[in-house]
């Protein structure tokens, strides 16, 4: 009965669910807005210190910011319930396009009605970024930390390594300052569950083990533990978002089955098309919710050849194994670092990682931008500049829902 009374917050994360395009970093902007800006579920505070935090860890960033808002709102139940309410339209969707690339072809994928959604995502981005400005960069070495952060990430923006190094080097960087956060701060001993660490690690030993002996062993039903332990395994020690998981899905589905070696022990692994592939990677950029559901897509292709119901639990492996230890994750380590934010030590670093966040912000507005066609004097260009100038104004300036801006955008990309 107490969930009864988080209906109005869930029903706004089904909103989200199906309006926020463009990735973790558009997310941000979305987030601001709904749950900030037009209920405020969070401070602003708090959704700059999540998606901080979540930077930290491995995972589906935006899933883990979305998980902590109900986590805080309403212990484990509601985080549950918040983490399966937002990862399931996109899964859905992703699982269906799974069939239509086997039935239909991936050549046959029209998607000239998304045109406009990219323009539209580094308008969300860029609200987001301004927004997050004004809250977290506000003296000299903060400025600094940002614009080095934008630099930098900008350069090697899919190094997976880049989000975590750049974080801790923040965090270090403002604590050589002890002008601006108290020196004193007593902290009480506290006992942690350890439960879903363990669990965590329980379930990769368990994964690998079973994976290896199905593929050594040659199961019948192989290619779903090796699915199982592949998505899983990228679900937690992905770091940097979709940008990353992606090549690594190259990787794994696509060259690695065509290399000699493999081809030489004559194993039947997993393989995808690189064109089915890229077209699921394009194609999750267009529809709303969270990147890492292109994992439910792969899945549903790993298994097409065994029949539709198998590739139905393709889909379901895919989607459960890469946001299990997301979810896992972020539930164990978030006590954690509410018990270590109250070390000065921590609670200074909270500036500069905050500082990082902002120049990821901006380093991703400006690298989308790079593959937009803005600087020549074509109609189309001029459109996807109104599109980003106008979604950062209507944000800005005015309290139309976002799904409304969506919509939009998706009707101009008809049009035209």
């Known amino acids: 009965m107490k969930l009864l009374r988080h209906i109005p917050f869930l029903k706004s994360v089904f909103m989200h669910s199906i309006t926020a395009f463009g990735g973790p970093q558009g997310h941000m902007g979305m987030m601001l807005k709904t749950f900030v800006d037009k209920t405020p579920y969070v401070t602003k505070e708090e959704l700059m210190e999540y998606i901080s935090f979540c930077q930290l860890l491995p995972g589906a960033s935006s899933t883990q910011t979305l998980t902590l808002i109900g986590y805080k709102r309403g212990g484990v139940p509601l985080a549950v319930i918040t983490l399966i309410i937002w990862i399931l339209p996109a899964s859905v969707l992703m699982g269906l396009l799974s069939f239509a690339v086997t039935k239909i072809g991936n050549e046959n994928l029209h998607t000239s009605i998304f045109q406009f959604v990219q323009p539209m995502a580094i308008g969300f981005l ?107 395994r990228f679900g937690s020690f992905v770091f940097g978002g979709g940008d990353v998981l992606i090549p690594l899905m190259l990787d794994q589905y696509v060259a690695r089955p065509n290399s000699p070696r493999i081809q030489a022990r004559e194993q039947a692994v997993i393989k995808i098309e690189k064109e089915a592939l890229l077209t699921g990677a394009g194609i999750v950029r267009a529809i ?120 939009f955008c998706l009707g101009l990309g008809w049009v035209f």
């Not at 300052?177 to 379930?203: A, Q, Y």
């Not at 994964?207 to 533990?225: D, F, H, M, P």
């Not at 912000?361 to 593959?371: F, N, S, V």
């Open 126 to 232: 860029a609200y987001a970024a301004f927004k997050a400005f004004k809250i977290s960069v506000n003296n000299l070495i903060t400025q600094i930390i940002m614009l080095a952060s934008m630099i930098i990430i900008f350069l090697l923006f899919k190094s997976p390594w880049v989000f975590p190094a750049l974080i801790v080097a923040g965090g270090i960087a403002t604590n050589f300052s002890s002008r601006r956060i108290p020196e004193k701060t007593v902290v009480k001993p506290r006992h942690f569950r350890w439960t879903n660490i363990w669990l965590w690690g329980l379930i990769f030993l368990i994964a690998g083990v079973l994976s290896e002996t199905a593929r050594n062993k040659n199961w019948q039903n192989r290619k779903a533990y090796n699915l199982f332990e592949m998505n899983y």
């Open 288 to 407: 709303p919710g969270p990147v890492f559901s292109i994992a439910s897509y792969t899945g549903g292709l790993a298994l097409k050849d065994e029949g539709t119901e198998k590739q139905i639990i393709g889909c379901i492996i895919g989607t459960v194994a890469i946001f299990l230890p997301s979810a896992l994750l972020v539930l164990f380590f978030f006590p954690v670092w509410q018990y270590l934010k109250k070390y000065v030590v921590v609670y200074r670093a909270l500036e500069g990682i905050n500082a990082v966040v902002v120049g990821i912000m901006w380093a991703a507005t400006l690298y989308l931008l790079k593959d937009v066609s803005v600087a020549s004097f074509t109609m189309h260009s001029m459109l996807n500049i109104a599109v980003i100038a106008g979604t950062f104004l209507l944000l800005q300036l005015t309290k139309i829902p976002a799904p409304f801006i969506v919509l």
